[in-house]
């Protein structure tokens, strides 16, 4: 696979990633516009809130199934260095986020 290839993939991943996750936010801040405006329960609210959360959270998680999908890629195309760097960058973000978790509480 040639790296335009690669790079078509990777766009449009992100692309349609960025779509979903903007989807999602929007249905979110509607469904809570009309749950104002309608006088709803607290259910509609809680499915609103549950959109935008859904929604950025992909937000969040999109770079990293980017990496995921790199990975893969590369060593599907049995470009080992690359396939090393990006585990590496993927441990990095690992540990990074279980040394979050862990100090969360502590910072405060």
């Known amino acids: 696979m040639q790296n335009a290839t690669l790079d078509r993939r990777l766009a449009a ?3 349609y990633g960025t ?8 249905v979110g801040i509607f469904l809570r516009a009309s749950t104002a ?5 607290s ?6 809130t549950t959109a935008v959360t859904v929604g950025v959270a992909a937000f969040i998680v999109l770079p990293m199934l ?3 999908l790199m990975l893969f890629i590369f060593f599907r195309q049995r470009d080992y260095c690359y396939t090393i760097v990006v585990a ?3 441990l990095i973000v690992g540990v990074g986020c279980a040394v979050g978790v862990v100090l969360g509480p502590v910072a405060g």
Do not use: C, Y
Request: glycine share 8%; net charge neutral; hydrophobic share 65%.
């Open 88 to 90: 590496l960058v993927l």
């Open 43 to 48: 259910a509609d609210a809680r499915l609103a």
């Open 19 to 26: 779509w979903i996750a903007s989807t999602a936010i929007a």
């Open 37 to 41: 405006i309608e006088g709803n329960g």
């Open 13 to 15: 991943f992100l692309q």
């Open 66 to 68: 980017r990496l995921v």
